[in-house]
Structure formats: C-alpha cells, structure tokens
C-alpha cells in the first residue's frame, strides 16, 4: 500500500528543485538603453525655475532627445519636476501635437519594456510608439493629478508610473511621445514625463532551462516507480 505522505512526492520534489533551480540563476535585468532618460542633461544652462522651450528640429540635450513635431518644453527644479532637477513638458504651446524622439540601438525580434513616469493638470491624450507601433499596455491619457505643491519634488508622489511593452523589428528603433492638451478655463496646462526607461526583457536562462528539463525527467522517474509499485501490491 501507497500512503499518501508518498504519493504528494512529486509535488514537494517539483516545488524543492524548482526553488533550488531558481536560487542558482542570478536576478539580472537588461540595462535602460535610453540616453539622458531624466532629462537631467536637457537645457544645460537653464537656471533653477527656468522653463525653457524647443521647437521641432532643435534637440533638448545636444543630440539624444529630438523635438519631431511642435513644442516641448523643460522645466529645471520646479514642482513639476518628478525626480532630479528637470523634467520634459509635451505640448509646450498647447496647440498641438508635439513630439520628442528618441532613436535607440536595438535588436530585431527582441521584445523591450518601456516605462515612464508622468503626471498633468490638464485634459490630455498621449500616444507613445516604438518603432512607428504604439506600446502595448500604456493607456491614451496621463492621469490629471495636478501640480498643487509649490516646492521642487514637491509633487513627486502625483506622478504615475506608465509600463507597455514592444517588439523592436529593426536595429535603430524610434522611440517617441506625443501628446496634446486640451486646457480650459478651469484646467492647468502640462503634461509632465520624466525618467524613460527601455529594457530588454530578459529570455530564460540556460540554467533555468536545464533545472526545469531535470525536475521533468525525476518527476517521470518517481511517478513510474510508484505505478510499478502499485501494480506489485495488487
């Protein structure tokens, strides 16, 4: 007879290698491929409380985020600033769309993560794309948590972090940020994003491959002993 301390044997040994295996493989994420991801290089002579804007054509920083389409803005140690001392306004004139582009080294067929962090005061839309492609998963509109403290960082926590996800199909994808504001008479007039980040998502490793190949194989092998015992009892 087969007690049934012995028949949940798989199930303690899957959950005991699968761990085991686990332990062995180190946590490691791909690295943000995006350049100058806070704006922190952005208008390098700004002077704390400057908001200073970029027409389509110019560059921001000298080279890694470029004004496609519009007006964008930059705003250095105001309280519409996330973390650091600056970050990036989208529809600087509020006739928009504008746009800021980013043109980022990747790999064909890899799929990358992106996130930011943003906040308004104003009705918006926004659209973030990848490669010409909008990014999964990142809605059309940033969250109207407004601005109402009046000291730099003072209104860190209203941002939102923002996640999506996409395939790179080439080796130099662009990634770009356009939004539009809609202000009114009761509304403010920003749209704020600050520290971009694009990851490869990491593929499984070798290592976790081979621990789970090897918990498949002795699993087969202890529930084949146990059949064959059962058949010897009867």
Same mark, same amino acid.
């Given at each position: $007879? ?9 199930? =303690?040994?899957? =959950? %005991? ?12 994420? !791909? ?21 200073? @804007? ?9 080279? !890694?985020? $470029? ?13 519409f600033?996330? =973390? ?7 529809? /600087? ?5 504008d ?14 993560? *992106? ?11 926004l659209?973030?794309? @990848? ?11 940033? !969250?109207?948590?407004g @601005?109402? %403290? ?12 923002? &996640?999506?996800?996409? $395939? ?16 009114? *008479?009761?509304?403010?007039?920003? *749209? ?19 621990a789970? /190949?090897a918990?498949?194989?002795?699993? @087969? %092998?202890?529930?084949?002993? &146990? ?8």
């Amino acid at each position: $007879m087969i007690s049934s301390r012995n028949s949940s044997l798989p199930h =303690a040994l899957l =959950a %005991g290698l699968f761990l085991f295996g686990c332990s062995l493989v180190p946590d490691v994420r !791909a690295g943000n491929i995006v350049q100058d991801p806070g704006f922190e290089s952005a208008d390098p002579g700004a002077l704390p409380g400057d908001l200073n @804007f970029f027409d389509s054509g110019q560059s921001v920083d000298g080279g !890694a985020w $470029m004004v496609t389409q519009g007006t964008v803005g930059i705003d250095t140690a105001t309280s519409f600033v996330f =973390a650091g001392n600056k970050s990036l306004l989208l529809d /600087g004139d509020n006739s928009g769309p504008d746009s800021v582009t980013q043109t980022l080294v990747t790999t064909p067929g890899q799929l990358y993560t *992106i996130s930011f962090w943003a906040n308004a005061d104003v009705p918006n839309s926004l659209l973030v794309t @990848f490669g010409g492609t909008a990014v999964s998963g990142v809605p059309t509109t940033i !969250a109207q948590n407004g @601005f109402p %403290g009046s000291d730099p960082l003072s209104n860190s926590a209203n941002f939102v972090l923002y &996640m999506g996800t996409a $395939m790179a199909t080439s080796t130099s994808t662009e990634l770009t940020f356009t939004g539009t504001a809609f202000p009114t *008479i009761d509304s403010g007039v920003t *749209i704020e994003i600050d520290n971009v980040g694009v990851s490869a998502v990491p593929e499984p490793s070798a290592l976790t491959l081979a621990a789970v /190949g090897a918990v498949g194989s002795l699993l @087969f %092998g202890v529930r084949r002993r &146990m059949r064959t015992r059962r058949c010897s009892a009867n």
